[in-house]
């Protein structure tokens, strides 16, 4: 299992490696269906769901249309609270100004709260390389560090390990057989990592927000890890996507709404901390030294590009995640980069934006638009799947089978004669092929298809062919119940009044 | 090393500048317009209308809190003045043979004496009071941490504490159980309530910690099962004071 990550090259192939997991699709499915629940229910609940969507989407719109003033803004501001901002070009430039600070401050341990940007960079590999100690604290985040995988979801790191498992892993860490039991399980990570958190000498934090008129950074988070890694080592790191700001704390109002709710149907997190600079003077905790590092990595080219400007706007909720048909089947892994789902078949493309590379994600959709419908902010991720298709065809790399039948699709679809005579031709065809009803050969277009499931045989009689008949049938079935069933039904009816029935809970 | 950790942060940060400004206007270049100079029109800012003026009455303001607050795990009492309050905790920390804990050094703490309610044993020690000791330890160590809200939100369930040199990020966040004091003239209806005093008070006035806490530390990494002191506090008393 630990070689989910990186095992199969392709989307289809590392899909098939989560679709014959049969827990890891279980786990999938409940998890996102309660986040999926709870969100339904957080925002119901809360009410004019859309006028804060619409007011999330003009906040997150405006700012990254000006985004060279608020991020000039945040930048000069920070600097003021007395950061050492930095900027990185490149995922490898960030990288490099990370591990320049732990060879400076000479340190061994770096104690880490959930940051996607992070995971872009392989953050963690880099300063292993350099004899820097990388430990996540975040619960999930640590066991998937100890079985050396990927998170599978943005939220829920670990979502494809059941306790047992978990209880296998903290064991061997522990030395000692713990029970499979959560309270256990979480129990000894607490006490682990707080002697961490004390000795560690760099504290490292993701960003979700960076508040440009004071040169804050907002964290949200429900452990308390985040608070830890920026409140008790000397030396604190953030790396933030270049993309993370907002103007004002009155606009974090706005995303403080949607956010939790959209990620875990909470009211708000545990915990949001708004972080204004290192410990001040007289301060007996904070870090004394604290860097941001802003990365673009690839951000910057969705700018004016108008297809895929709107992706700046994500707020990493994983929504469209617990929302997608797709993610709910073939989980996290299956997509291969550090962001899945919806969110990831687009943005981890986009960030490469290298046409070569774009990979066979973007097909593991069904356009069926959950994900735009789950979007906090509205981004419109099934269309922008569709222009990374076409753009994907543009550039010669589509399916030259998959064109051609489109082409004989068309062809077929707009005459009628030859629609028919198609079908016609298929249902004689398919005789070759029909086993109990269904198709299950592997064969030419339904290759793909069939590795998973059974096409259904051509019926013989079409709906259009039917209709007349269906029609009647509707209209004859609503004037007149079977008098046999009718008699059926009242006798049951009866036998139930009568305590009989066999169905008593006596 | 030649260089000394300050001249190094000295030339990385002259490196960034000179870099700010490349960045700037690349993003300005990809935008495909002049740099943006001034502050641009906001018309969006913060919540919408409809929602800004909203606001609970007092009682309903701290009806709402303790629900929301106890619907996250979160303990609740309303207690009338301090002296309740001393009480309180003076119970708490002997039903669960409470020995170190830690507290704020505030007025309103000081008014409790707690150090003469606590039963016999218990030790008190007060943030970032007297040198030469190790704060962090003391509150790692806690049984019971010990705040004075500055702010709390009945809509979302919140208590907000600011850091300062008396009050200590790690009070509210390392203890095993904590315990925030909210006199109700500070409970706010919205989140958004508190967050424009932040813009009004302006960078310069910010404290280096903002803490918004709704409830006990949890996490559903495990199967999904909810799971409470993961990191932070287990469990956490909010204490309604008026």
């Avoid at chain 1, 905790?285 to 590092?293: K, R, S, T």
């Avoid at chain 1, 994600?361 to 994900?371: D, E, T």
């Avoid at chain 1, 089978?401 to 062809?411: C, D």
């Avoid at chain 2, 606590?118 to 806690?142: D, F, I, M, Q, T």
């Amino acid at each position: 299992m630990s070689g989910a990550a990186t095992a199969g090259s392709s989307v289809k192939e590392r899909a098939k490696l989560a679709l014959n997991d049969e827990f890891l699709r279980k786990a999938v499915k409940f998890t996102t269906e309660r986040l999926r629940n709870g969100k339904k229910a957080a925002s119901e609940q809360h009410g004019h769901w859309d006028e804060w969507r619409e007011r999330g989407r003009q906040i997150r719109l405006h700012t990254i249309a000006h985004l060279d003033y608020y991020l000039n803004l945040f930048a000069d501001n920070a600097r003021k609270n007395g950061v050492h901002i930095h900027f990185a070009d490149t995922g490898a430039e960030a990288v490099k100004i990370a591990l320049e600070i732990a060879r400076r401050v000479q340190a061994k341990t770096v104690v880490k709260s959930k940051s996607m940007v992070t995971e872009e960079l392989h953050l963690n590999h880099a300063l292993d390389s350099i004899g820097v100690e990388a430990i996540e604290t975040d619960l999930g985040e640590y066991i998937i560090q100890l079985a050396g995988e990927m998170p599978s979801h943005i939220v829920i790191p670990a979502i494809h390990k059941n306790r047992y498992q978990i209880a296998e892993l903290l064991s061997a860490d522990a030395g000692e057989t713990l029970s499979p039991d959560t309270t256990v399980l979480a129990g000894y990570v607490r006490k682990k990592l707080r002697e961490k958190f004390l000795e560690a000498d760099i504290g490292m934090t993701g960003c979700n927000f960076a508040i440009a008129e004071t040169g804050s950074m907002v964290l949200f988070e429900n452990e308390g890890n985040a608070r830890m890694v920026s409140t008790l080592p000397k030396t604190q790191i953030t790396l933030m996507g270049m993309e993370r700001i907002v103007p004002s704390w009155a606009d974090l109002e706005v995303m403080a709404t949607l956010l939790p709710r959209s990620a875990t149907g909470q009211k708000l997190t545990v915990y949001l901390s708004g972080i204004t600079g290192p410990r001040r003077e007289t301060d007996a905790d904070g870090p004394e030294e604290m860097h941001i590092i802003i990365v673009d990595n690839g951000r910057s080219l969705q700018l004016g590009d108008p297809e895929f400007q709107e992706l700046l706007n994500c707020i990493r909720c994983g929504a469209c995640l617990n929302a997608c048909p797709v993610y709910r089947h073939i989980g996290g892994h299956a997509y291969g980069g550090t962001y899945s789902g919806p969110i990831g078949a687009v943005l981890t493309p986009a960030l490469k934006k290298n046409v070569a590379e774009w990979d066979d994600i973007a097909n593991a959709s069904s356009l069926c638009g959950a994900c735009y419908e789950a979007c906090p902010v509205k981004i419109p991720l099934h269309e922008m799947l569709i222009y990374l298709r076409r753009r994907k065809v543009e550039a010669g790399r589509g399916n030259a089978l998959e064109s051609a039948g489109m082409k004989g699709f068309a062809a077929v679809m707009g005459n009628a004669k030859r629609y028919k005579a198609a079908l016609k031709l298929g249902r004689i065809g398919q005789k070759l092929v029909v086993r109990d009803g269904g198709i299950r050969a592997k064969l030419g277009p339904l290759k793909g298809w069939n590795t998973y499931r059974v096409a259904p045989s051509l019926a013989k009689e079409t709906f259009r062919e039917r209709w007349d008949t269906l029609e009647q049938e509707i209209r004859a079935g609503l004037r007149e119940m079977d008098p046999d069933m009718k008699e059926r039904m009242e006798r049951l009816a009866r036998e139930r009044a009568e305590g009989k029935g066999g169905h008593g809970h006596g | 090393m030649a260089e000394s950790h300050r001249d190094w942060l000295e030339r990385m940060d002259a490196e960034s500048r000179a870099k700010q400004e490349a960045f700037m206007n690349g993003i300005a270049a990809k935008l495909r317009r002049p740099r943006a100079v001034q502050a641009p029109e906001h018309p969006f800012r913060g919540a919408p209308d409809f929602w800004n003026g909203f606001e609970w009455p007092l009682e309903e303001r701290i009806r709402k809190f303790m629900e929301n607050f106890q619907a996250v795990g979160g303990h609740v009492a309303r207690l009338p003045d301090l002296q309740a309050v001393r009480a309180f905790i003076a119970d708490k920390a002997a039903e669960m043979n409470a020995k170190y804990v830690i507290r704020q050094n505030v007025a309103e703490l000081d008014a409790l004496e707690l150090e003469s309610a606590l039963p016999e044993g218990a030790r008190v020690s007060v943030w970032n009071r007297g040198e030469g000791e190790h704060w962090k330890a003391r509150a790692a160590e806690a049984d019971f941490g010990v705040v004075v809200a500055d702010y709390a939100a009945a809509y979302t369930g919140s208590v907000t504490v600011l850091s300062a040199k008396d009050k200590g990020r790690s009070v509210s966040l390392l203890p095993t159980v904590l315990i925030a004091i909210i006199p109700v003239e500070r409970l706010k209806t919205r989140l958004g309530e508190i967050l424009k005093d932040f813009d009004r008070a302006g960078r310069e006035n910010l404290p280096a910690g903002i803490h918004f806490i709704s409830g006990p530390s949890r996490s559903s990494d495990i199967e999904n099962d909810l799971t409470i002191g993961v990191h932070g506090p287990g469990i956490v008393y909010a204490l309604l004071v008026g």
